[in-house]
Nanobody, 124 residues
Framework: QVQLVESGGGLVQAGGSLRLSCVDS????????MGWFRQAPGKEREFVAA????????YYADSVKGRFAISRDNRKNTVYLQMNSLKPEDTALYYC????WGLGSPKSDVYEFWGQGTQVTVSS
């Protein structure tokens, strides 16, 4: 069973950085592609970044390309989202999600497991 717990969110000024972590307490983390999604108040959930189960392939939303970086450490059952040059429009609840043997996808409906989210707030 996959259980995902996000951490690392907080309040940061525009232009600052945060690193989000998502830990899987299960034992098959390396078999899952991982994705990060976010949802701002009053808006639909949107794709941010994804990484294949092997870590060889990554995908990014255009809005974060060049500013965010997704990575994973399968020894630690952890996926990271390094967020740089943060903007107020990045403010949202950030979720990680797991897709069994996936290659990484921007489509939320392929992900079987989801965390509870961690809040990121960027002040102007």
């Amino acid at each position: 069973q996959v259980q995902l717990v996000e951490s690392g969110g907080g309040l940061v000024q525009a232009g600052g950085s945060l690193r989000l972590s998502c830990v899987d307490s299960g034992h098959t983390f390396s078999a899952y592609a991982m994705g990060w999604f976010r949802q701002a108040p009053g808006k639909e959930r949107e794709f941010v970044a994804a990484i294949s189960w092997s870590g060889d392939t990554t995908y990014y939303a255009d809005s974060v390309k060049g500013r965010f970086a997704i990575s994973r450490d399968n020894r630690k059952n952890t996926v990271y989202l390094q967020m740089n040059s943060l903007k107020p429009e990045d403010t949202a609840l950030y979720y990680c999600a797991a897709d069994y043997w996936g290659l990484g996808s921007p489509k939320s409906d392929v992900y079987e497991f989801w965390g509870q989210g961690t809040q990121v707030t960027v002040s102007s």
